[in-house]
């Protein structure tokens, strides 16, 4: 299994970025994905999720109405649409996968939010 994210970088407050996850060694369009964030001193939490077939989506409080996931099972990508960015959006982006109670991650992407 390997999950590469990209697109992160510098951006300033009220910008957009896109990022994505490219996975591999696995079949993608079997499995819900997820988006997760950590800023420095604190824990790794859940930015947003979506389901096999990109039914469903669930999103934190904190990024309702400002981003959007999506996929593209033909691309096995997952993406994050992040507009509105605000300075406590600052974090390392990783994507994650869950098959058989065991966890995937990526190495993730930095996005940084500031002017």
């Known amino acids: 299994v390997q999950l590469v994210e990209s697109g992160g970088g510098l951006v300033q407050p009220g910008g957009s970025l896109r990022l994505s996850c490219a996975a591999s060694?696995?079949?993608?369009?079997?499995?819900?994905m997820s988006w997760y964030r950590q800023a420095p001193g604190k824990e790794r939490e859940l930015v947003a999720s979506?389901?096999?077939?990109?039914?469903?989506?669930n999103y934190a409080d904190s990024v309702k109405g400002r981003f959007t996931i999506s996929r593209d099972n033909a691309k096995s990508t997952v993406y994050l649409q992040m507009n509105s960015l605000k300075p406590e959006d600052t974090a390392v982006y990783y994507c994650k996968m869950r098959r058989w109670a065991y966890d995937y991650w990526g190495q993730g992407t930095q996005v940084t939010v500031s002017s």
């Open positions: 979506i389901t096999a077939a990109g039914g469903s989506t």
């Open positions: 060694g696995f079949t993608f369009s079997s499995r819900d």
